[in-house]
């Protein structure tokens, strides 16, 4: 009888540290996959800052040659 409370007890404590894991696990997964979406958000981002920045540069340019 000590015995079978003693492997019920054990499958019970098994299972909470379980069912905790896989929240844990979940809860750091779409961090995860939050962070890596921002991350991606900030390279297209940088990318057309970039493509803006060489435009202007070149428009600069272009009109300093004009002046001169």
């Not at 057309?48 to 600069?60: F, G, H, N, V, Y």
């Amino acid at each position: 009888m000590i015995q079978e409370k003693k492997d019920l007890a054990i499958k019970e404590l098994t299972a909470k540290h379980a069912k905790k894991y896989a929240d844990i696990k979940a809860y750091y997964s779409e961090i995860t996959n939050t962070n890596l979406d921002i991350i991606n958000q900030l390279k297209d981002t940088l990318a057309l800052d970039r493509k803006e920045d060489a435009d202007t540069r070149r428009k600069k340019s272009d009109q300093e040659d004009k002046n001169n």
